[in-house]
C-alpha cells in the first residue's frame, strides 16, 4: 500500500533527496569520514555549505548585498533573536497578528521592546488577514514583521504591505522554496529548515546588510547575526548534517524546475484540494478565500465524531498525519515541496468517498 | 589503507552507530517515513525520545530529582543562556577559566551580570588547574562554573572543586559519557552532542530541579529551561535526527559495557599516547602531568616545519585531523569513545617512524 505523510513538519522529503541522503552516512569526503563527523573548519564542510549557499542564492535570486546566515535550531528561537539584533536604537516593533504563530513571535518580542500590533487577525477569528492599507504602522519603528503562511489556521498572504522606510521581516518558514519570492521587498527573511528546506535543527536567515550591527548588548555571540556573517555561519560547530540535507533539497528544487515549477505545482495541489472541499457540501474551510493557504490546507467535517472517523481511515488507507494542530479544531493537509502529486491524488479519492458515505443524503 | 579520524569534533562516530543510524533512512515507522519525517508530535518521535532519556538516565545513573533536557544548537549557545536561565535574584557568577573555552564561556556570561573569575589559568599560560582549595568562590554567586576538559589545550579536570551552597555548573561537553560522573556533585551539566553523544544540533542539559524557575525575563522561551523540563523538551520541533543519532549512541555504549568501560579504554589510549611522547624525546607536552586531558592530546614537535611534515605524513598514511585548535599553535589527537584502539595503535606506530626519522641523533 502506498504511503503519504501530510505533516506540517517535519514534513515529508523527496524521495530523491533520502536517496543522496544515504550517501552522506558512507565514505563521503574519501577518507572513511561520513558527513556527520567531517570537522567544520574543514575543506569538505566548506564545500557543502559554499554549494548549499550558492544554490539558495540562485534559486532565490539573492541580491548579494543581502546575507545568508545558516543558524542553529529553529524559528522560535529567532522570534527572541529577531528583536535582539535589531532593536539597537529604536524602543519599539510593530507585528501583523495573522494567526498562531505570528501571535507567539510578538509575544516573544515583548520581553524586550514595545510591540505594537498593526493588525489584529484574531478579531476574524483568524480567518482572513487584514487588509494592509489599514495597518497602524508606526514609522519609528525597528521593523514590521509578518508571518508569510500560518501552519495552524491556514492563513497565507498573497501580497506584501507597504511598510516604507520601517524593514518588513518575514517569518517565511512554512511557504519558503514553494514560490519564487522578490528578496528586494525585505530586510530579512527566516526560515526553519524542516518544512522545504530539510530537517529540524536548522534556520535560514536572508538578511539585508544595512540591518547588521544592530544588536542588543545581551545578544548572545553565537546568535549575533552581524558576528554570524563576519564568520561566515561558522562561529562554533553549525548543525552539519541538517546543513548538508538542506544542500541536497536545494540541488533538487533545481533539478525539478526552480520554484517557478514549484509554484506551479503547489498551486495545482491546494486548488483541486479546496475546490474538492467547497463543492463537497460536507468539508468545509473557515478561510476567506483571498487568504486560504496554498501549504496548509485547513478543513472540518460536520461533526468531531466524523473527524475522527475520518482520520482513522484515512491512516488505514496511508494517508498520515491529517490531524490539525493542537490550536485549532478541524484537519490540515500540508502541501510541502516534498509532498508528491500522487499523495495528492490518493487524498481527494479517499475524500470523495469518504464524503460519499456521510454526506446527508441530498 | 585504514583510514582514522583524531577530530576535536564533529568527532568520529562508532561504525555500529553509523550503520544504526542508516536505518534511520529508510521506512521507520512503518508507514513509509524515515526519523527525519516523523511529526515531533507523534508516537514516533515520542519513543526515539523516551528511549534516548531512559538509556542516558541508566549510563549515568541520573537521579529522578534531576531533568534532562534536550536543547537545540551547540554548547557555545549555552555560555549565554545558562546565565539567562540562574540568574534571577543574583547579581554574579564564579568561572574558572582553565582555557580557551572556558574564557569563552565567562565572557559571554559577562554580558548578563558580574563574572568573578575564581581561578585564572591564563597565569601558568593553561598549562595546569589552578589547585582548587585557593580559588575565591563568592557565597554569593549564582553558580560556579568549570569547563570539565579544554579541547584546545588539552585540559582536564581530575577533581570536582567544592564551591558549599553555590551550584557547581560544568561544560562537559568533550569528556562527556567518556567516564561515569556523579551527577550529584553538579547543580547542572551541560553537553553539546557532535564529541560523544552524536552529531552537531543538539545540547544535553541535566539541571537539578531546584534551579528550575530562576531564569530572566529576557530568557527566550525555547531556550527556558523550565518551560523545556515542563514541555519535556518539546516546546518546538526538536533536532530529530540528532535525538535519534544520540539515542543510537547512548545504546552503544550501553552495550559496549557502560562508561566504566568506556573509561577503561580512554585510559589505556591516553596512556599509551603520552608515554610514547614522554618518552620520546623529540614530542613534547606542555600540559602538568596532573592536568593532562585523556581526551585531546595536544603535543608539538621541535620545528613548526617539522610539525607540517608530521600532519602531511600523516595524512598521506589515514591518520587525520591532528592539526591542533586554531587558537594553539601545536598538533592534537582527540580520543573520544569513537576512536578505536586500531585508529591510536595506527597513530603509535606512526610517531615511533616519524620519530625514528627526525630525531637528532642521539
Redesign the interface.
Known sequence: M????F???????PKAV?AA??EG?GDWDG????V???????EAFARIHSEAEATLRRLLAIPSDYQVLFI??????Q???LPMNLLRGRESVDYAVTGHWSQ?AAN?AK??CRVNIVADGATNGFTDIPEWPEWSLDPAAAYCHITSNETANGIQFREWPETGSVPLVADVTSDFLMAPLDIRRFGLVYA?A?KNAG????TLVIVHQSLLGRAL???????NYELLAAANSR????????LY?AGLVFKWILAEGGLAEMAARNRRHARWLYQAIDESGFYHCRVAESARSSVNVCFELPTAPLQQQFLAEAEAQ?L??LKGH?AATGLRASLYN?VSEAAVSGLLAFMHDFARCHAPAA
Open positions: 502506498a504511503s503519504y505523510n505533516a506540517a513538519g517535519p514534513s515529508a522529503l533520502l541522503a544515504r552516512l577518507n572513511g569520514q561520513s556527520m563527523e567531517i570537522p567544520f573548519t574543514g542553529q535550531g529553529g524559528a522560535y528561537g522570534f527572541s533573536l507567539r516573544e520581553r524586550y526553519s524542516q530537517i529540524a535543527g536548522l548588548p545581551i545578544t548572545p555571540t553565537v546568535f562561529i562554533n560547530t553549525p548543525p552539519v548534517w541538517a540535507l496511508g498520515h498525519n493542537a516534498g
